[in-house]
């Protein structure tokens, strides 16, 4: 499918995707891209993926360094 049309039927082309289809992009006759369905995924591999890394003991304090840097505008 060329570039142009898929920008033209964009809405078509998630669903036929969301349906299981690879769509091949083409520009200029030549393939540059290809859109296809996302991995199922489910709540056990998302705990295992949890489970591989160790949590961050400095995260919170990252975070907390982050909002100090925050500047908030007040408008009038």
Not at 5 to 11: C, H, Q, T
Not at 26 to 49: C, D, I, S
Request: glycine letters at 10%; a negative charge; zero cysteines.
């Amino acid at each position: 499918m060329t570039a142009t049309d898929v920008a033209r039927n964009f809405s078509l082309v998630l669903d036929a995707v969301a349906g299981g289809e690879t769509i091949v992009i083409t520009r200029g006759g030549r393939r540059v891209a290809e859109l296809t369905p996302m991995p199922a995924g489910n709540g056990a591999a998302v705990r295992e993926a949890l489970r591989r890394h160790a949590p961050d003991p400095d995260w919170a304090d990252d975070m907390e360094a982050v909002r100090d840097l925050l500047y908030v505008e007040e408008r009038g």
